[in-house]
């Protein structure tokens, strides 16, 4: 059996969609609503789904043969697995934003509070900028308002929530989208079975026009 770890959500629907589509297809997951595992015998594969953080913990360490996960995942833990394919979906992008009237240039260590702590320190290291780091798990966007920090880091898809909220992008740090990641062991074992997967996944990535 080839283990494979989906992100739970809307991403991972899509993601399995693209699994079905390749020919992987396992119908039950779509019937049952709480099972976190589901096998096709005759295609030798048996899914799971875990949290989308977790997946590359999951495949790091073998417990997953193959997964996919978001790049901003993979450039916050580095975890060391190998990248596959991009499959062009869960499409978003990483960026610095505050309240429209915040000028960086007002403070000399900037407040930044977000999830990816990793991502923001690589990206002010880089222009040599003082910064006081501020990890918080959930609603980053909280943090300019209320004064708790000057700038977040925080994903932007629709910008939506940033725009409720009166803030805007300063910078955009990079672009996002979800991989498709291998154990390095499970590469080396079981790379035929791998490959005829990411091959025929990759048939299924749809390109921007
Ligand atoms: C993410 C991100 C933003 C939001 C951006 O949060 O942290 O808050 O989505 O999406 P938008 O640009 O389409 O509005 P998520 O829903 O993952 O929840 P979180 O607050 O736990 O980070």
Redesign the pocket.
Known sequence: MLNIALPKGRLGEKVYEMFEAAGYDCPAIKEINRKLVFENEEKGIRFFWVKPSDVSIYVERGAADIGVAGKDILLEYKPNVYELLDLNIGK?RMCVAAKKEFDDRDVSVLKVAT?FTSIASDYYAKQGRDIDIIKLN????LAPILGLSDVIV?????????KENNLEVKATILPISARLIANKVSFKFKGKQIEKIADAMKEQVKNDD
Not at 138 to 141: K, L, P, R, V
Not at 154 to 162: A, F, K, N, R
Request: proline share 0%; hydrophobic share 25%; aromatic share 0%.
């Open positions: 978003c999830k959930g609603s980053i966007e925080d994903i932007v898809e629709t910008g939506s929530t940033l």
